[in-house]
């Protein structure tokens, strides 16, 4: 009998399936298309059990719509640009060029040996030129549609590493890797203008009927739609060219608690002020350090300065509103200033208790609980706009109303009192794109002193990074870099500069869908081939991008087909989406001297203490990998121990796909045992003879009952019940007694059923029970309904509301045939101890109940 030996046969048919260009997907009229995809990785330099899991998931549907006779396109590539190139260059000394293809190439190297059904001749880098090169051809094209823009806006900037950082790269008020305090700066930036497509991208998210719903949800809380109030209070002494403050509301119910209005350091007036007052300009600039995160506002240190102006109150004559410059209120939100009601908003009553300002009630619970309000030192009173409560000071006078009700009532008097209007806003604000870095795309734009703003002519695309650039000084490398910045304006020919500003990586990612379908295309998209090819048909990615990097990429669809590269039908361009949990792994950690945990690598420990050692560890269970708790698994050594099936095969059964799984290393091994017995198995059966065709209809039933199952779990991305039922349908063949042929044409099923999960023992498998072909592209098994039906069924008998004895009748038999069984079963006879019953109910098909 021959041995599994997983190295020699993965190696094998790998080798085979690549010789004959089994997964190049090329356009096939004659075929329906199937494209998935998952969301492609960034090269940071090793893969990891998590990769594994998500590409093998893609790699199960891509498989099984091949063998059920669609035409694939399953592709990937790499997320290339981004900082962690960068910093990696300031580290060592290197270029982020070639620290970033070395890792691709070394990831690349991972992940072929898992067997994965990709066609690698579409792969690319965002960061190769023939890409970033279109990706500018689609940021001309977007600027000729208005669809692209320049303005002044306020960033956090890096005073240290001389860039602007995203929210979530502020920290407590410092730059994440600098430690400098950030400060808030106005800059020119570039946008792309995503806020025209608020209401269009938040309706569109009911169409998406194979999307989570969690996702849905956090999309459509992202995109923010929201009634309100848009108005405006006059100053009472006019300055500086200012009469009025304006705000939006979402909460006029509230306007009769409001005790100050506050603007933001960037106010326009705040800034007229700034200019000649120094206490002013000292105090925005205090202002303007620190973190601009929701999180960083609404737990960081509220700060104000009284501007000595005051505003009226347009209902509440003879009380006017002080205004305070505060750092809490961004301009980036709404006009950048607000009305503060202390008395049901966290933020206002922290303001209004540190700088003694009144806290009023606009409205109290509707069911008195006896909890302080606000103004008599309770928390402030926020409930659910849903949630009825009684107002003390609303619009419709004192009554009891839900937030969402009063809300609409204050607008309609606001409105019919000449006072402001009911508008309807989104919090989603313009995307900018713009990034003070070198390692991006840079940005296709000119700067003529005569013609402005000129972009490239395409002809000249792409505007290739030059090569010779250093890190040895902080800031853009491309700033210092005369003979790359310095350009003839493609206008006029006369000196000019261009753009150092790169692409933000998200937009990197936010086409890549589009551009798999023809990557060698000379424009951004081949048309027909984007016809053919659009939707993804199926994407797989993490929930950690369900909002920005899903929102991009929906808005870049919507751009690319006003630009002519995209069909209208991929104006959603993921028709369905599986967000799939993470791979866990204990946390093994010992203390030092100073009582800090130092982490050990898995396979430094054994039966919890160290190897080296014999030191008990502290163990943390079912922990998201880290590096940097050393909680990883190398694939590579998984890979050379039990071979890439056994990988594929734990990472599927453990759990449902959308949960966490926990890598361990007693679940791998039982995975490698199991599929060393299904080889032991078919290899028996290959050399079998014999048996009992008596048994050939049993073992048939069984076989197409897997066939059904599988099938459906695999279409429901029901991984772990497929392989559930695969486990069942193995020990059935182990001890069937039926002849041999039909054993080896249920080995032969089982192979075909393995094949999405376990490819390459399948093909083994397939081969040795004289399967002609690949596995991998023969047509799908189809369960036969004639070994589906059920004969009998089997009816729990209830005697008096209590389960105590079944019987398995034919599904045709007569109701008083049953009734007879159920009288002569032992258990009803000892019941009516010779009796006859009060009631006897046979429920057909389901249940029979006795009352004695």
Same mark, same amino acid.
């Given at each position: 009998?021959?041995?599994?030996?997983?190295?020699?046969?993965?190696?094998?048919?790998?080798?085979?399936?690549?010789?004959?260009?089994?997964?190049?997907?090329?356009?096939?009229?004659?075929?329906?298309?199937?494209?998935?995809?998952?969301?492609?990785?960034?090269?940071?330099?090793?893969?990891?059990?998590?990769?594994?899991?998500?590409?093998?998931?893609?790699?199960?549907?891509?498989?099984?719509?091949?063998?059920?006779?669609?035409?694939?396109?399953?592709?990937?590539?790499?997320?290339?640009?981004?900082?962690?190139?960068?910093?990696?260059?300031?580290?060592?000394?290197?270029?982020?060029?070639?620290?970033?293809?070395?890792?691709?190439?070394?990831?690349?190297?991972?992940?072929?040996?898992?067997?994965?059904?990709?066609?690698?001749?579409?792969?690319?880098?965002?960061?190769?030129?023939?890409?970033?090169?279109?990706?500018?051809?689609?940021?001309?094209?977007?600027?000729?549609?208005?669809?692209?823009?320049?303005?002044?806006?306020?960033?956090?900037?890096?005073?240290?590493?001389?860039?602007?950082?995203?929210?979530?790269?502020?920290?407590?008020?410092?730059?994440?890797?600098?430690?400098?305090?950030?400060?808030?700066?106005?800059?020119?930036?570039?946008?792309?203008?995503?806020?025209?497509?608020?209401?269009?991208?938040?309706?569109?998210?009911?169409?998406?009927?194979?999307?989570?719903?969690?996702?849905?949800?956090?999309?459509?809380?992202?995109?923010?739609?929201?009634?309100?109030?848009?108005?405006?209070?006059?100053?009472?002494?006019?300055?500086?060219?200012?009469?009025?403050?304006?705000?939006?509301?979402?909460?006029?119910?509230?306007?009769?608690?409001?005790?100050?209005?506050?603007?933001?350091?960037?106010?326009?007036?705040?800034?007229?002020?700034?200019?000649?007052?120094?206490?002013?300009?000292?105090?925005?600039?205090?202002?303007?350090?620190?973190? /601009?995160?929701?999180? *960083?506002?609404?737990? &960081?240190?509220? !700060?104000?300065? @009284?501007? $000595?102006?005051?505003?009226?109150? %347009?209902?509440?004559?003879?009380?006017?509103?002080?205004?305070?410059?505060?750092?809490?209120?961004?301009?980036?939100?709404?006009?950048?200033?607000?009305?503060?009601?202390?008395?049901?908003?966290?933020?206002?009553?922290?303001?209004?208790?540190?700088?003694?300002?009144?806290?009023?009630? /606009?409205?109290?619970? *509707?069911?008195?609980? &006896?909890?302080? !309000?606000?103004? @008599?030192? $309770?928390?402030?009173?926020?409930? %659910?706009?849903?949630?009825?409560?009684?107002?003390?000071?609303?619009?419709?006078?004192?009554?009891?109303?839900?937030?969402?009700?009063?809300?609409?009532?204050?607008?309609?008097?606001?409105?019919?009192?000449?006072?402001?209007?009911?508008?309807?806003?989104?919090?989603?604000?313009?995307?900018?794109?713009?990034?003070?870095?070198?390692? &991006?795309?840079?940005?296709?734009?000119?700067?003529?002193?005569?013609?402005?703003?000129?972009?490239?002519?395409?002809?000249?695309?792409?505007?290739?990074?030059?090569?010779?650039?250093?890190?040895?000084?902080?800031?853009?490398?491309?700033?210092?870099?005369?003979?790359?910045?310095?350009?003839?304006?493609?206008?006029?020919?006369?000196?000019?500069?261009?753009?150092?500003?790169?692409?933000?990586?998200?937009?990197?990612?936010?086409?890549?869908?589009?551009?798999?379908?023809?990557?060698?295309?000379?424009?951004?998209?081949?048309?027909?081939?984007?016809?053919?090819?659009?939707?993804?048909?199926?994407?797989?990615?993490?929930?950690?991008?369900?909002?920005?990097?899903?929102?991009?990429?929906?808005?870049?669809?919507?751009?690319?087909?006003?630009?002519?590269?995209?069909?209208?039908?991929?104006?959603?361009?993921?028709?369905?989406?599986?967000?799939?949990?993470?791979?866990?792994?204990?946390?093994?950690?010992?203390?030092?001297?100073?009582?800090?945990?130092?982490?050990?690598?898995?396979?430094?420990?054994?039966?919890?203490?160290?190897?080296?050692?014999?030191?008990?560890?502290?163990?943390?269970?079912?922990?998201?990998?880290?590096?940097?708790?050393?909680?990883?698994?190398?694939?590579?050594?998984?890979?050379?121990?039990?071979?890439?099936?056994?990988?594929?095969?734990?990472?599927?059964?453990?759990?449902?796909?959308?949960?966490?799984?926990?890598?361990?290393?007693?679940?791998?091994?039982?995975?490698?045992?199991?599929?060393?017995?299904?080889?032991?198995?078919?290899?028996?059966?290959?050399?079998?003879?014999?048996?009992?065709?008596?048994?050939?209809?049993?073992?048939?039933?069984?076989?197409?009952?897997?066939?059904?199952?599988?099938?459906?779990?695999?279409?429901?991305?029901?991984?772990?019940?497929?392989?559930?039922?695969?486990?069942?349908?193995?020990?059935?063949?182990?001890?069937?007694?039926?002849?041999?042929?039909?054993?080896?044409?249920?080995?032969?099923?089982?192979?075909?059923?393995?094949?999405?999960?376990?490819?390459?023992?399948?093909?083994?498998?397939?081969?040795?029970?004289?399967?002609?072909?690949?596995?991998?592209?023969?047509?799908?098994?189809?369960?036969?309904?004639?070994?589906?039906?059920?004969?009998?069924?089997?009816?729990?008998?209830?005697?008096?509301?209590?389960?105590?004895?079944?019987?398995?009748?034919?599904?045709?038999?007569?109701?008083?045939?049953?009734?007879?069984?159920?009288?002569?079963?032992?258990?009803?006879?000892?019941?009516?101890?010779?009796?006859?019953?009060?009631?006897?109910?046979?429920?057909?098909?389901?249940?029979?109940?006795?009352?004695?």
């Amino acid at each position: 009998m021959s041995r599994y030996t997983a190295a020699e046969i993965e190696a094998k048919w790998q080798a085979a399936w690549d010789e004959a260009g089994l997964f190049t997907a090329r356009r096939d009229e004659s075929r329906p298309k199937y494209y998935v995809l998952e969301m492609f990785p960034y090269p940071s330099g090793r893969i990891h059990m998590g990769h594994v899991r998500n590409y093998t998931m893609g790699d199960v549907i891509a498989r099984h719509k091949l063998a059920t006779g669609h035409n694939v396109l399953h592709p990937m590539g790499w997320d290339a640009f981004g900082m962690p190139a960068e910093n990696a260059a300031m580290a060592s000394g290197g270029h982020p060029k070639e620290w970033t293809y070395n890792n691709i190439a070394d990831m690349r190297a991972q992940m072929k040996p898992l067997g994965l059904s990709i066609d690698w001749s579409r792969e690319f880098a965002t960061c190769d030129p023939e890409y970033y090169g279109q990706q500018q051809a689609l940021f001309i094209d977007m600027l000729d549609k208005g669809l692209v823009y320049r303005k002044n806006a306020v960033v956090n900037w890096d005073p240290v590493d001389m860039t602007v950082l995203a929210n979530e790269q502020v920290i407590d008020g410092k730059g994440w890797r600098s430690g400098a305090d950030v400060e808030r700066r106005e800059l020119t930036q570039w946008f792309f203008r995503i806020s025209e497509y608020s209401d269009e991208l938040l309706a569109a998210l009911d169409g998406l009927d194979d999307w989570p719903a969690k996702v849905k949800l956090m999309q459509a809380n992202w995109i923010g739609r929201s009634r309100g109030l848009e108005m405006a209070f006059g100053l009472t002494e006019p300055t500086h060219g200012h009469d009025r403050i304006e705000v939006y509301t979402t909460r006029p119910d509230t306007l009769l608690g409001a005790s100050f209005i506050g603007i933001s350091p960037d106010h326009p007036l705040a800034r007229a002020l700034e200019s000649e007052r120094a206490d002013v300009a000292a105090f925005c600039a205090e202002a303007r350090r620190g973190g /601009t995160t929701e999180e *960083a506002l609404e737990t &960081g240190e509220k !700060l104000g300065f @009284d501007t $000595g102006l005051t505003v009226r109150h %347009p209902f509440d004559q003879g009380r006017d509103l002080p205004v305070w410059i505060a750092n809490f209120v961004l301009m980036d939100y709404g006009t950048g200033a607000i009305f503060g009601c202390p008395a049901h908003d966290g933020r206002d009553l922290d303001f209004a208790r540190k700088y003694d300002l009144p806290v009023i009630s /606009t409205f109290a619970p *509707a069911n008195d609980d &006896g909890q302080a !309000l606000a103004e @008599d030192g $309770g928390p402030a009173f926020v409930p %659910p706009k849903t949630e009825p409560v009684i107002y003390i000071r609303g619009f419709a006078g004192d009554t009891e109303q839900t937030g969402e009700q009063a809300i609409d009532a204050a607008i309609d008097f606001c409105e019919a009192n000449g006072v402001g209007r009911g508008v309807t806003r989104f919090r989603l604000r313009d995307w900018g794109l713009s990034r003070q870095r070198y390692w &991006g795309t840079p940005i296709p734009i000119v700067h003529c002193e005569d013609c402005g703003a000129v972009p490239e002519k395409k002809e000249n695309l792409p505007v290739r990074l030059p090569d010779d650039v250093s890190f040895d000084v902080p800031g853009n490398p491309l700033d210092r870099h005369p003979t790359w910045r310095d350009a003839p304006c493609p206008r006029c020919g006369k000196a000019a500069r261009r753009e150092t500003d790169t692409m933000d990586t998200f937009v990197d990612s936010s086409w890549y869908f589009a551009r798999f379908t023809s990557p060698r295309a000379e424009t951004p998209t081949d048309l027909a081939e984007a016809e053919y090819w659009m939707n993804v048909d199926q994407y797989i990615g993490g929930i950690e991008h369900a909002i920005l990097h899903l929102l991009y990429s929906r808005f870049f669809a919507r751009a690319m087909q006003v630009t002519g590269h995209l069909p209208e039908k991929a104006i959603e361009p993921f028709n369905a989406l599986f967000t799939q949990g993470m791979v866990t792994h204990e946390i093994y950690q010992t203390r030092d001297a100073n009582g800090r945990p130092v982490y050990h690598l898995p396979e430094s420990v054994e039966d919890g203490a160290l190897k080296a050692t014999g030191e008990t560890v502290e163990i943390i269970p079912s922990a998201k990998m880290s590096k940097s708790k050393k909680n990883v698994v190398d694939p590579d050594a998984i890979l050379a121990q039990y071979g890439a099936d056994t990988a594929r095969w734990f990472v599927l059964s453990d759990s449902p796909p959308e949960r966490d799984v926990e890598w361990t290393a007693a679940g791998a091994e039982a995975a490698h045992k199991h599929l060393a017995r299904v080889w032991r198995i078919a290899d028996e059966i290959a050399e079998a003879t014999g048996g009992d065709a008596a048994a050939d209809e049993d073992l048939m039933r069984q076989l197409h009952r897997a066939i059904r199952d599988v099938t459906l779990g695999l279409e429901s991305f029901g991984f772990n019940a497929a392989i559930a039922k695969l486990y069942a349908f193995t020990s059935v063949l182990s001890k069937s007694k039926a002849s041999a042929e039909t054993r080896r044409e249920a080995a032969r099923v089982l192979a075909q059923l393995m094949s999405p999960m376990t490819p390459h023992l399948a093909e083994e498998i397939w081969t040795r029970l004289g399967g002609e072909g690949f596995v991998a592209d023969t047509p799908w098994p189809v369960a036969e309904e004639r070994f589906l039906v059920e004969d009998s069924v089997t009816l729990p008998i209830q005697i008096n509301g209590k389960r105590r004895s079944e019987i398995s009748v034919p599904k045709a038999m007569e109701k008083a045939e049953i009734e007879a069984l159920v009288l002569a079963d032992e258990a009803v006879a000892k019941a009516l101890d010779g009796g006859s019953p009060k009631k006897l109910i046979v429920v057909p098909g389901r249940i029979v109940n006795v009352v004695v």
